[in-house]
C-alpha cells in the first residue's frame, strides 16, 4: 500500500501473520484531507491514472462521477434511474462497472466517455466490487468474495473470507492492491487486507479516529470508501457522507 510501513502493506512483501497465529493490526497516518460532497453516499471509489471516479447510492441519488481531486468538484456525473440504489465500482479494459444494492443488475461504461455500453445480471446483493485485471470481484454483504468473467459475467469462482478460521461478514467496498484484497466492513473501522486465493485475512488497518476527524454526523456516516493509485502510490479512504477525503500511510502494526 504505501510507504515505509506502508510499504509493506502496498507491496505485499510483508508477512502480516504473527508467529503466534494472530493477524497483525496497522495503524495510519493521514498524508492529505481532500474535500468532498457531503451528500454523496459514497458506495464506491476508483483512483486510475489520476482519474477519481466515485458511486454513490439511495434511491433516487444514485450517480456515477468524475471528481477532481483537489477540490471536490464533480467533474462529470451521470445519475443513475431513480429505483436503482448505486453500489461499489471497478474500472477493467478500458469499462467501468457499476453494482446496484438490490436489483441484481450492474451496468457498463465507457472509461473514457462515461457512455452507458450495457448492463448485466449476477444473483444476490451487490456491495463491493474491484478487479484483479482479469476477472471483476464482487462482494455481496456476506463473508464471500465472487469472482466474476468480465465478459460473460458467469461466476469462475468464490472464496469464503476468514479471520483465525471464523467467517469475516459484511464484506463491502473493495480495493485490489498488489495482489491483495482491502475491504471495508460495514458499520467497522477496520479495513482487512485479504488473500485472494485462500480467503484468508492477513492483516487489517484500524482506521478508528477517522470518522471524529470527517466532520460527519449521521449514524450511517460509515467508513466506506477505497481508492488507491499505482502510479503515484496514493491511498485515499472515505465515508459514507463524509465531507472530506484522507490520504493515508500505513504505518506500524499497534500492540
Known sequence: LIVAALSSCRSGNATRIE????????????VKV???????FTQGLVFR?????????QEGQSSLRQVDLDSG???????LAPQYFGEGITVLNNKIYQLTWQHHIGFVYDYSTFERLGDFNYEGEGWGLTTDGQSLILSDGSNRLRFFDPNSFRVIRTIAVTQNGRPVRQLNELEFINGEIYSNIWHDTRIVIINPQTGGVSGSIDCAGLLSQSGAHDEEAVLNGIAYDQASDKLIVTGKLWPKLFEIKVTARVR
Not at 49 to 57: A, M, Q, V
Open 19 to 30: 508467529s503466534n497465529g494472530t493477524v497483525a493490526t496497522y495503524s495510519y497516518e493521514i
Open 49 to 57: 491514472d489520476g482519474r477519481f471516479l466515485e458511486s454513490t447510492g
Open 73 to 79: 468538484q464533480t467533474l462529470r456525473k451521470i445519475d
Open 34 to 40: 481532500y474535500p468532498h460532497d457531503a451528500n454523496a
